[in-house]
């Protein structure tokens, strides 16, 4: 955002602090118009600062993923390989079941040969992959395991409990029942 000018740098906070509070509500399909109406701009102008609702929803997470990120860089110096991977895994499920909208703006990313640079699956397949290559190098986890089965996993029990009345616990539940599997326990460890 450097060298815009002060009102269009004013206008692009207030157009992203109103897109986080009706993505808070509304999910990935918050309304641009109603965003662009609550601002008090036209919607060429929300347009012109995010030009596609990806965008969009990448500016309203990027201080989640960012976390995320840090906490993948935190993982990484532990001895358990697996146990660092599940603990990252499950704060991901965590922030998508929180973060409304986060698992749809996830979802929407494919995996391609050429990442789409500065996005927030991009962010997190580079802060996840040395956890998933520590797992997969140790023996904890299968070596056809990709980053991409990872985030699907992920993404996938977010937005399958996102309408129960409690997401959080049903989350959680899931992603132990897919980590630990379906037979009955013998000494596993868990997220």
């Keep these: 955002m450097t060298g815009q000018r002060s009102d269009a740098r004013r206008n692009y906070q207030r157009i992203l602090a109103?897109?986080?509070?009706?993505?808070a509500t509304h999910g990935a399909?918050?309304?641009?118009?109603q965003i662009a109406r609550t601002v008090g701009v036209g919607s060429a102008t929300v347009r012109r600062h995010f030009p596609t609702r990806q965008a969009l929803l990448e500016a309203v997470f990027q201080e989640r993923?960012?976390?995320?990120?840090?906490?993948?860089?935190?993982?990484?110096?532990?001895?358990?390989?697996r146990a660092a991977l599940l603990d990252w895994l499950h704060g991901l499920v965590e922030y998508a079941v929180s973060a409304r909208g986060l698992a749809d703006a996830l979802a929407y990313e494919p995996p391609t040969e050429e990442p789409a640079p500065h996005s927030c699956g991009t962010a997190l397949e580079e802060a996840g992959t040395p956890l998933l290559q520590h797992?997969?190098?140790?023996?904890?986890v299968r070596p056809d395991?990709?980053?991409?089965d990872l985030r699907t996993l992920s993404v996938g029990?977010?937005?399958?409990?996102?309408?129960?009345?409690?997401?959080?616990?049903q989350a959680d539940r899931l992603f132990r029942l897919a980590v630990e599997g379906l037979s009955p326990a013998q000494g596993t460890t868990t997220a």
């Design 29 to 33: 399909d918050a309304s641009l118009e």
């Design 135 to 140: 797992a997969i190098r140790d023996g904890a």
């Design 65 to 81: 993923v960012e976390n995320l990120c840090e906490r993948a860089r935190r993982l990484s110096g532990t001895d358990d390989s």
């Design 157 to 169: 029990v977010a937005l399958a409990t996102e309408h129960h009345s409690k997401p959080a616990a």
């Design 145 to 148: 395991v990709t980053f991409h």
């Design 18 to 23: 109103v897109a986080e509070a009706e993505v």
